[in-house]
């Protein structure tokens, strides 16, 4: 399970995404509240591995493919 599957979870019930990256940082981080959003979004990046963003970027002429092939040919997305 890769680290946004983990973060970021639908809901059953309204479909949105709940705050389970919110519980996340607060267990890890319990003696330390983000009092702005600044440092939220920088323990957030912190927590990405690098090696997960480089697996995005290289896998992303696949899924552009996969896009093409299923549409069958160049679509408006």
């Known amino acids: ?13 309204t479909g949105h995404y709940d705050s389970t990256w919110i519980q996340y940082f607060a267990d890890e981080k319990k003696n330390h509240s983000f009092t ?6 920088d323990a957030v990046w912190d927590k990405i591995q690098p090696s997960y963003l480089e697996s995005l970027t290289t896998s992303r002429n696949n899924r552009l493919f996969q896009v093409m ?5 160049p679509s408006s997305y």
């Open 1 to 13: 399970m890769g680290l946004a599957s983990t973060l970021f979870r639908r809901t059953s019930s």
């Open 36 to 41: 702005m959003l600044s440092e939220l979004k």
């Open 69 to 73: 092939r299923k549409f069958e040919g």
